[in-house]
């Protein structure tokens, strides 16, 4: 089975500087998937970044980039020039396979807030 | 607009009350999942299912019960709802073939059993 693990339940930035949030997962599959979900007070999920385990190049979207370590088993996730918007809780998870229609699993989330 | 449509947004109900959350896609998705998201332990999936009439056991099923009569609905059902199962609940949908994109969610609902 898969795991994903979130070590910081809780972290603040200052608005405009960077903060990079953690994950690691443990998976004895080769091909598989990650994300990263914002997920507002509106509490609507929102898909961030995804990152494609065969490929090296990491993902970048904006001002979200990833740091993905496929022997490390590591896929952190980088907000560059935050902005108070930004304030969600944010949770890793990992999709195994080549496919759609399979299971997404979670993290414990990282609630963020960016302070002005 | 393409979009997962989750009914109650809120809702709080006596311990044993029967109840069913809606869930309605208009995707054409083959994959329907409910998940449960609780402080501290993430979003864990309840059940889902693969196509009509084809639905299995996630991590929590325990108290809950779906169907997949329909393509497009999934409903959350709890026949005999209890305190624990008090928690954040969302719908989700994905088409099974292709490169996967992560889920598209309903906008949640917030349940309170008292």
């Known amino acids: 089975a898969q795991t994903v693990t979130q070590s910081q339940p809780e972290m603040s930035v200052q608005e405009a500087e960077t903060v990079t949030l953690s994950c690691t997962y443990d998976?004895?599959?080769?091909?598989?998937?990650l994300f990263w979900y914002k997920q507002p007070p509106s509490r609507q999920m929102i898909l961030v970044i995804r990152?494609?385990?065969?490929?090296?190049q990491n993902a970048t979207e904006n001002r979200f980039s990833v740091n993905f370590q496929k022997a490390a088993k590591s896929f952190s996730l980088k907000i560059s020039d935050s902005q108070l918007g930004d304030t969600a809780m944010y949770f890793c998870?990992?999709?195994?396979?080549?496919?759609?229609?399979?299971?997404?699993?979670f993290g414990e989330g990282t609630q963020l807030t960016v302070n002005p | 607009e393409a979009q997962v449509t989750q009914n109650p947004r809120y809702l709080i109900t006596v311990t044993g009350k029967k109840l069913t959350v809606t869930c309605s896609q208009n995707?054409?998705?083959?994959?329907m999942s409910w998940y449960r998201q609780d402080p501290g332990l993430g979003l864990r999936q309840i059940y889902y299912?693969?196509?009509?009439?084809?639905?299995d056991k996630g991590d929590v099923p325990e108290g809950y019960k779906v169907s997949r009569k329909e393509k497009r609905n999934f409903p959350l059902i709890l026949e005999s709802p209890s305190p624990n199962q008090t928690s954040l609940y969302f719908c989700?949908?994905?088409?099974?073939?292709?490169?996967?994109?992560?889920?598209?969610f309903g906008s949640g609902t917030r349940l309170t059993v008292v």
């Open positions: 989700a949908s994905s088409p099974i073939f292709g490169k996967p994109y992560g889920y598209t």
């Open positions: 998976t004895s599959e080769n091909n598989y998937y």
């Open positions: 990152q494609e385990a065969y490929k090296q």
């Open positions: 998870a990992f999709m195994k396979g080549v496919g759609s229609g399979s299971r997404l699993t």
């Open positions: 995707m054409n998705h083959e994959y």
């Open positions: 299912s693969m196509n009509v009439e084809v639905t």
